[in-house]
């Protein structure tokens, strides 16, 4: 049995901020994003990456458009220190884009760390150290005053090394561990004593990384424990406020977008979401969730399915179908509801204005995907999904009543079959049931030709009827009326449509009627498809006669009809 909450936890205490200001900001630029794709993502893997992984997704985050990439932990990792080097030594950093290295508060891990950059144009050194009750007492058995000593000597010790190189432009991150689960007054402290040590000042910037090293409160906390840092870190004009959200309690992407309402100016996290347990912050889905409110995160997404295959291959971990934006399945609609209103916002929706499409949040187009999975098939759908599949792969635009007609159809055939009916199977489907000759063509009727008098008035049928050919005549108004004539069979047309299903010289007639025979209850729909519409309408007639004919124990009317 799970224990009792109250036995075995204890609930994060809320922050003393009575006058936040940040539920009432609003986030109008992107911050600068830090991708650690490379360092944090990479250790979380059953197979860290080697060298060449690293330097496709490198390669790809520069493309993308990222920055600042955290490219390793060289001073734990020869395979990490190779990586770094390389990209110094072979010149692959490009000059808008800086590199950034972590290290914990060891003098020997932060003297090879220094050694590992040596060179670079731009470096950014990540130190750290955890400031936590439970890390202080268990982990390193350290008081406060200890830990603040500890801070000051390894970050004058990282200043005097980085002096020593000036033909390197050298930025300090500090970040103090488990931030969200430290006193905040202990984390001020901590942070400040970074900073007067690293000497910072104008010219001297020094990056103040917060981090929810483990997630342990509602996001509105760390929120709150942001702003309350914003407001008192100091000189704060030459401090970058950044954080780091974790996703224990899967509200990391929250996290960070209160946080940025909260005074943060700098993002860290991995594409799709990679990391320890949980996962880090998923840097995508902040920024695309930006995109959609009108701000351009300064990443280049425009072609995620990519992006994907990329971060797929080099870290081996598969991206979820249902995941923010990138899955196989977000832009997917099975319900017929959902459908329904994604068909009606496609027809009323305006190239030129705002993207109001029921049930997508983001033009599927705008990351590269195509509108080709937006509907799908299966027994939850509708007649709005399936009218939809038929008008963009076959130009076939059903009227209302038809689309509640063949959706019963495709519904018991998605219940008999339990799987997903693609477009394919879908014109399959529609063809068997309105355009294709009787399984027993010898017990229906056939009709091989027909002959339109000049006046349109008259028609003529070359038939086939229970296995017999012979030749019938008809009189109306039109063809239709002609045809209906000509069968002999108390057909009554209550409706006619026509329309053309492609452009060119190729395009076709499209031709539905609905109809009713006397005596039988109900209506149904027949469909006739060729170049000549005459031809298309005949077919049309024939169609509804059989549809019609097989309710009853009699034989079927087919609907090959040629000119």
Known sequence: MIAQPSTKYQAFAPIALTDRTWPSNTITRAPVWLSTDLRDGNQALFEPMNGERKMKLFQELVRIGFKEIEVGFPAASQTDYDFVRRLIDEDLIPDDVTIMVMTQSRSDLIER???????????????????APVWRRVVFGMNVTQVMAFIHEHVSHLKRLTDAQPETQWTLQYSPECFSATELDVSLKACQTAIEAWGTGPGRPIIINLPTTVENATPNVFADQIEWMHRRLAPREHVVLSVHPHNDRGTGVAAAELALLAGAQRVEGCLFGNGERCGNLDVVTVALNLYTQGIHPGLDFSDINAVARVAEECTSLPIHPRHPYVGDLVFTSFSGSHQDAIKKGFAAHDPNGLWEIPYLPIDPQDLGRTYESVIRVNSQSGKGGIAFLMERERGVVMPRRMQVEFSAIVQRHTDSSETEMTGAALWSLFQATYLNTPEQPDSAIVCHAHRLADDGQSIELEVTIHGERQTLQGQGNGPIDAAVDALGLPLRVHSYEERATGAGANAQALAIVEA????????????????????????????????????????????????
């Open 113 to 131: 760390s220094v050694q590992a950059v040596h060179g670079a144009k731009r470096a950014i050194v990540h130190l750290y150290n955890a400031t």
């Open 516 to 563: 009713a025979l006397e005596g039988q209850p109900g209506s149904t729909f027949g469909v006739g498809l060729h170049h000549n519409i005459v031809t298309a309408s005949v077919q049309a007639v024939v169609s509804a006669a059989n549809r019609l004919a097989q309710r009853e124990p009699q034989p079927a009317v087919t609907t090959t009809v040629t000119a």
